[in-house]
């Protein structure tokens, strides 16, 4: 431990001996780093805070969402430090005195596009930073800014409505010609080839209707055809009057008259299509038997002779089968009609075989003007809508939370940081110097190291002998070292002063 500790003293002493060496590098390096910070400019920043508020006083499905709105917020954004604005800025601010020409102008803009951030922090809540020389300059410039915003918030929306609501109504009156004129095409095609199809759409689909109508028109024709030759059958098979049944109904038995109504019940039922199998038609037909059998052996009551009445089975299916012939006419009609109309189409088509792409190509242009007039006109009654909500109220309004602050502090550089390190950094260089030629040394401090470097025995050593004269020399010496190092922190603190009072004279 001895050892160690006058290894220390011993290289204490040697710096010490170099100690003006030491001072000097300090001062040296301590003016050249504290000329090159006060070389360097000072930036104040300016902040601000704007609230974006967005009225939703209309609902969403008439165009105006607040996504459109937010929309609007982005644009003004990124057109906020545009080169336009910027302009109005510098000539708005202080920054217009330091301007004559117009490229001083154009380089105060190139600075200002590196000096102010616009920034979204949540909500809706925009931060605006400006950075200047000035703290005066720094304020001048945020507020420019945010009336800039208030600015093209006003006029900005309300002028581009205008313009596209005259965009589009002259778009909306081109367009409604245009489909005046396809619809009148469309129209004359249409009479003179699709008007007697049945049906909607092109040529190929109405003749695709048609024929499937054709189809329907033949099964219903044979079934109605079916069902008269049944009815005819039936008429063969019934007497159109029954014997001994003349006079007045009162004349026939309660037999005569239980066979009358069984046979009106058996008519009816063929009417309905039922089989000679059905379960219906099988019961009645057993009635039927009985009750003829009982009829032809009741006696007649009353006079009448052997006269005949008419047959009400006879005449139901007479009314049945003219019922039958009507619809077989009309189905042959219309039958008639469909295949005179395909005909008619077929041979137009042999004769010109472009009709079809000709009416694909109307239909599709006739839908697409149509589609596309919808659309301008349901956009223009958006867009107008949305004017007129401006008109009475601003879509977007804004705030300002914390207006332009008027910074006492630069935000660059920090001096007295600066001034305190160059400071360090100069005493830490004076004694490196003074260690690093310590260790050049061609002296040897005490006699053991000189009998350790020569290897010869040392046999004494004789300490220096100081003088009165000598002795108040060194003290005038460590005065003017003393003198010297205060004046180094003399001046940093004078430099800290100077730092300090400039701030206090730019606030």
């Given at each position: 431990m001895s050892g160690f500790l006058t290894e220390v003293q011993i290289i204490l002493h040697t710096m010490w001996m170099r100690r003006w060496i030491a001072l000097g590098v300090a001062w040296g390096v301590a003016v050249l780093g504290w000329a090159v910070v006060a070389q360097l400019h000072n930036s104040y920043e300016s902040r601000a805070r704007v609230f974006v508020q967005l009225n939703t006083i209309l609902p969403s499905a008439v165009g105006i969402t607040a996504a459109d709105q937010q929309k609007d917020v982005d644009t003004i954004r990124q057109t906020l430090t545009s080169a336009v604005n910027l302009e109005k800025v510098v000539r708005g601010t202080d920054l217009a005195n330091t301007v004559k020409t117009d490229r001083d102008v154009a380089d105060r803009v190139s600075t200002l596009s590196k000096a102010i951030k616009i920034t979204a922090q949540q909500d809706n809540l925009f931060e605006i930073v400006a950075s200047a020389s000035?703290?005066?300059?720094?304020?001048?410039i945020v507020q420019k800014l945010i009336d800039l915003f208030v600015e093209q918030n006003l006029s900005g929306d309300r002028d581009e409505t205008n313009s596209s609501l005259k965009f589009l109504d002259a778009q909306l009156?081109?367009?409604?010609?245009?489909l005046a004129d396809a619809d009148a095409k469309r129209a004359d095609f249409q009479n003179r080839y699709l008007g007697s199809l049945p049906g909607s759409g092109s040529l190929t689909d109405r003749m695709g209707a048609a024929?499937?109508?054709?189809?329907q028109v033949d099964s219903d024709l044979a079934a109605a055809q079916s069902a008269l030759s049944v009815v005819n059958g039936q008429m063969a098979g019934t007497p159109a009057n029954i014997p001994g049944?003349?006079?007045?109904a009162a004349s026939a038995g309660p037999a005569r008259a239980r066979l009358n109504a069984i046979q009106g019940q058996l008519a009816d039922a063929r009417a309905r299509g039922y089989t000679e199998n059905h379960p219906d038609v099988v019961a009645l037909r057993s009635q039927l038997a009985s009750a003829q059998a009982a009829a032809r052996s009741e006696p007649m009551v009353g006079g009448g002779g052997a006269a005949a009445a008419s047959n009400p089975a006879y005449v139901g299916l007479r009314s049945i089968q003219a019922d039958k012939q009507a619809q077989v006419a009309a189905l042959s009609a219309r039958k008639a009609?469909?295949?005179?109309?395909l005909d008619a189409i077929n041979g137009k088509l042999a004769g010109d075989p472009a009709v079809a792409a000709q009416?694909?190509?109307?239909?599709?242009?006739?839908?697409?003007m149509k589609d596309g007039y919808a659309k301008l006109l349901a956009d223009r009654e958006a867009i107008k809508l949305r004017g007129?909500?401006?008109s009475q109220t601003d879509s977007i309004k804004f705030s300002v939370i914390d207006p332009p602050t008027a910074p006492r502090v630069p935000a660059s550089p920090n001096r007295p940081l600066l001034l305190t390190g160059v400071l360090i950094v100069a005493l830490g260089a004076g004694v490196a110097v003074a260690f690093g030629l310590a260790q050049f040394k061609t002296t040897f401090a005490t006699a053991g190291r000189l009998e350790k470097a020569t290897g010869l025995p040392v046999l004494g050593s004789i300490g220096a002998i100081v003088t009165k004269?000598?002795?108040?020399h060194r003290r005038r010496m460590l005065a003017y070292f003393a003198g010297g190092t205060g004046a180094l922190g003399a001046a940093y603190v004078g430099l800290l002063g100077v730092e300090m009072l400039q701030r206090g004279l730019a606030a």
């Open positions: 000035s703290p005066k300059v720094a304020a001048q009156d081109q367009r409604q010609k245009q024929r499937s109508a054709m189809a049944m003349a006079g007045s009609q469909l295949q005179h109309d009416q694909s190509q109307i239909d599709n242009d006739y839908q697409v007129q909500a401006q004269a000598e002795i108040a």
